[in-house]
T-cell receptor, first 113, second 111 residues
Framework: EAQVTQNPRYLITVTGKKLTVTCSQNMNHEYMSWYRQDPGLGLRQIYYSMNVEVTDKGDVPEGYKVSRKEKRNFPLILESPSPNQTSLYFC????????????FGPGTRLLVL | QKEVEQDPGPLSVPEGAIVSLNCTYSNSAFQYFMWYRQYSRKGPELLMYTYSSGNKEDGRFTAQVDKSSKYISLFIRDSQPSDSATYLCAMTSGGSYIPTFGRGTSLIVHP
């Protein structure tokens, strides 16, 4: 089954404790991206990657890092989480040139205390 | 003013009604227009996308784009309780890898 998976699905942490949210897709897509979804603000892109070792900032990259060492994986790293990063996070993937047809993961709900 | 405006609702309709969901935008460079459906506690799933102006139909769903008015619509015919979800519009310009999403409209279809 074609899918995007994320882990963990739920996470509670404390300010300053580094964490990583993993994302993996089995569709051989080159393009992957991370979004956060907040009430009243909608989905906002954090980072995207066009291919292995190629990443770029989205609309709200501050406080986040990403890496793309393998085509299927695109982890999101919060090196020093803060309460304003409490949010619902989605990973997505698509074929190059088809960013309009993105496949989203199930989401990771993060609470930073 | 946000680049994409979408009424959050909720929009409550009886089963079988025709539903109209809308977004307005300000960036005339947008060329690709998408509609996603998001069920509670799930990721968005793409319903339809259109390029430039015009209509596109897929089963009970019709997407319309009016670039002159900077207005897009999603129509759902014969709405079902299973259509109850949040509907997100999104758009992007050619060559951009950063789509802009609306806030989403919550739709409730009651039996």
């Amino acid at each position: 089954e074609a899918q995007v998976t994320q882990n963990p699905r739920y996470l509670i942490t404390v300010t300053g404790k580094k964490l990583t949210v993993t994302c993996s897709q089995n569709m051989n897509h080159e393009y992957m991206s991370w979004y956060r979804q907040d009430p009243g603000l909608g989905l906002r892109q954090i980072y995207y990657s066009m291919n292995v070792e190629v990443t770029d900032k989205g609309d709200v990259p501050e406080g986040y890092k990403v890496s793309r060492k393998e085509k299927r994986n695109f982890p999101l790293i919060l090196e020093s989480p803060s309460p304003n990063q409490t949010s619902l996070y989605f990973c997505a993937s698509s074929r190059p040139g088809q960013q309009e047809t993105q496949y989203f993961g199930p989401g990771t709900r993060l609470l930073v205390l | 003013q946000k680049e994409v405006e979408q009424d959050p609702g909720p929009l409550s309709v009886p089963e079988g009604a025709i539903v109209s969901l809308n977004c307005t935008y300000s960036n005339s460079a947008f060329q690709y227009f998408m509609w996603y459906r998001q069920y509670s506690r799930k990721g968005p799933e793409l319903l339809m996308y259109t390029y430039s102006s015009g209509n596109k139909e897929d089963g009970r769903f019709t997407a319309q784009v009016d670039k002159s008015s900077k207005y897009i619509s999603l129509f759902i015919r014969d709405s079902q309780p299973s259509d109850s979800a949040t509907y997100l519009c999104a758009m992007t310009s050619g060559g951009s890898y950063i789509p802009t999403f609306g806030r989403g409209t919550s739709l409730i279809v009651h039996p």
